[in-house]
Every structure is written in C-alpha cells, then in structure tokens.
C-alpha cells in the first residue's frame, strides 16, 4: 500500500517568492494535515483539511494557506516568503477527521529559503 | 507554553534491553496519545497509540503506558535492538481533532 506522498522532495526558493507544496494522501484516507518542523519549535499543526474544507488551523500567519481537492489529494501554499520559512514540511493523513486514528506520514518537503 | 513535554533529548542503551522513554503533558483535555519514530531525512513513523479510556496498549515489543492524574505517558521497547535508534516523539490531540501536539522528542540510541 502507498504511503502518504510529498513533491518536492527539496526546493529552494529566495525572500518574497511564493511556493506550492503537494501532498497525496494515502488511498482512502480522506483528512489531510500539515506540519512544519524546525529546529528551534519542533513540529507544529499548521492546519487540517477533510471534505475540502479547512476543520483546523495553527497559529501561523495567513501567509500559510492550503488547499484539498475532491480527490483528498492537498497542496499548501506559502506567499512572501521569509527566511524564517525554511523548515521541513510534512504533510499526514488519516481515515477520518475526528480524532482517534493515527496520522501517517510523508517523507516531507524541505524549503529552502536564500 | 509547552503542552507536551520530552524531558530528556537523548537516551543511551545496551542492546536486548529495556528503552523507556518518558513524555508528559499538561492539556487535561488530550484524549488520544502517540508514539512517533523519525529517521533522519524521513517523515515520523507511526509506532502506537492509546486513548485516555486506557492506561496501557501493547503491541509487539512495543507498549505505551498512560497515567492520567499523573499526565505522564511512557513507552518501552523490550528488547531494544540496534535498528530502534533514532529520534521518538510524543504526541497528543484533543476531542474530536486531528491537530496534533508534539513532544520535542528524544534521541535514542541503541548500542550492539
């Protein structure tokens, strides 16, 4: 079975661009998360899809958005980038929203910003 | 304002025996816990969960402990083997949610 599906594996973007990250979940699974991992704030819930519809959101600016497509399929988006963004970005996915089932993950994108 | 908690970053043990790894929390509305296992340059590995109805799950080498009034969860790995090195995170959601929240996780390693 296919595990949960991230591209780019790396990108490297500079200050004030904007990038588009994807995420394929695994067959079946229809609730989407993301993270980012950095190393000084450790993993953090950056917000949740299922249904196409955004459940969750973290505590980051509205910089951060996403997407889910009717196929459960997600893309996380990021405008003006700062230097601050660069961290690995994971990418989860579970059978249903709602809690009680694991998430499973992505092997990540890693940005890169110069 | 850390919710969940891994006191110790690293850990150090002798192959065949006990790991016990500690995590401790201070949201008393986390109802669901997990057990994360992360190599370098991959995404977390799921390895076990509990629900805040039970004080233990096990599953293979693998069992989680829950204490609730103590808001501490541990989880061991008997017998610890070579290939279990890697970073462990504890993490918990409340209610209904599926937003996660991490521990900042704990290195172990596992000496032959």
């Known amino acids: 079975k296919a595990g949960v599906t991230q591209t780019p594996r790396y990108l490297i973007k500079t200050r004030g661009q904007q990038v588009t990250l994807s995420c394929s979940p695994i067959s079946g699974h229809r609730s989407v998360s993301w993270y980012q991992q950095t190393p000084g704030q450790g993993l953090q819930f950056l917000f949740e899809?299922?249904?196409?519809?955004?459940?969750n959101k973290g505590n980051f600016p509205g910089r951060f958005s996403g997407r889910q497509f009717s196929n459960s399929r997600s893309e996380m988006n990021v405008s003006t980038l700062e230097l601050g963004d660069s961290a690995l970005y994971l990418c989860a996915s579970s059978l249903e929203a709602g809690g009680g089932s694991p998430q499973h993950f992505g092997d990540g994108t890693r940005l890169s910003i110069l | 304002d850390q919710q969940v908690k891994q006191n110790s970053p690293s850990l150090s043990v002798q192959e065949g025996r006990i790991s016990i790894l500690n995590c401790d929390y201070t949201?008393?509305?986390?109802?669901?816990f997990l057990w994360y296992k992360k190599y370098p340059a991959e995404g977390p590995t799921f390895l076990i969960s509990i629900s805040s109805i039970k004080d233990k799950n096990e599953d293979g080498r693998f069992t989680v402990f829950l204490n609730k009034s103590a808001k501490h969860l541990s989880l061991h790995i008997v017998p610890s083997q070579p290939g279990d090195s890697a970073v462990y995170f504890c993490?918990?959601?409340?209610?209904?949610?599926?937003?996660?929240?991490f521990g900042k996780g704990t290195k172990l390693t596992v000496n032959p």
């Open positions: 899809y299922f249904s196409e519809t955004q459940r």
């Open positions: 949201n008393s509305m986390f109802d669901y």
């Open positions: 993490a918990a959601s409340e209610g209904g949610s599926e937003k996660l929240v």
